[in-house]
């Protein structure tokens, strides 16, 4: 597993005690060629606001002494917000529920983008993945609805690229993606799909770390989904 990154490499997965990013954790930690993988979580003694600037420099400063790392995975974001299902209508459209839902899924992307992307090794190869979703695809959007989450995901996808384009320029060897995990069986898509519309946290990971380890670096972000698929933007 990610054999195209060096030996004893070192690995942060924030958003780690979510479904996706718990499974992305489990598989790094039982992986020998992996060094090091670091868990962060809104949890736990150090927890961790994406929200909350501060929040996400400290956590980038208190890492940075485990780097430099081939490896950084966030896992973060929210669908359902304050027990708010997605919009299916504009008439079910609210400022302030938007705005949250802005905060979360991209400003807090590009809080993180700003703080951990100084983390990865500019020495050797190194990928920044993060959680996305195929509703973030402007072009592949056929069905509406989901306003919200829509155009969160779509603008996190926007940080990424701007960013991806920004930091290949001093780092020509990292590879950036967002990534489509497919619908997985967790809290999260519970209200969504039935079991058998679903796959396992666990096969969600190992698909995107093969997905992660097969792409090259190229200036510019990718965006695919777990089975190595590209989506259009």
């Known amino acids: 597993m990610l054999s195209s990154l060096p030996n004893n490499f070192r690995a942060i997965v924030l958003g780690a005690s979510g479904a996706i990013g718990g499974a992305l954790f489990k598989a790094l930690s ?9 868990a962060v979580s809104r949890s736990g003694e150090d927890a961790f606001d994406i929200t909350h600037e501060p929040s996400v420099e400290a956590t980038a400063r208190r890492l940075a002494g485990h780097g430099p790392f081939n490896l950084i995975l966030d896992a973060t974001g929210v669908l359902v917000l304050d027990g708010i299902l ?11 529920h938007l705005l949250r839902l802005l905060e979360v899924n991209a400003v ?8 951990f992307i100084p983390l990865l090794s500019r020495q050797e190869r190194s990928i920044f993945g993060v959680l996305s979703a195929r509703v973030g695809s402007i072009e592949d959007n ?9 155009a969160a995901k779509a603008a996190g996808n ?4 701007a960013a991806a384009i920004e930091a290949s320029r001093a780092n020509p060897q990292a590879v950036f993606a967002a990534l489509q995990p497919g619908t997985v069986a967790s809290n999260l898509s519970k209200p969504f799909r039935s079991a058998d519309q679903t796959i396992s946290p666990d ?10 380890n097969q792409l090259q670096a190229k200036g510019r972000a990718w965006f695919v989904d777990h089975r190595g698929e590209e989506i259009p933007w």
């Open 30 to 38: 039982e992986t020998p060629r992996c060094a090091a993988a670091l």
């Open 86 to 96: 997605p919009e299916k209508r504009l008439d079910a459209l609210n400022p302030a």
């Open 158 to 161: 926007a940080f990424l690229q």
């Open 108 to 115: 807090g992307r590009a809080m993180v983008l700003k703080h």
């Open 142 to 150: 056929h069905l509406g609805g989901w306003y919200g989450y829509r």
């Open 203 to 212: 096969v969600s990971a190992a698909g995107l770390l093969q997905t992660l």
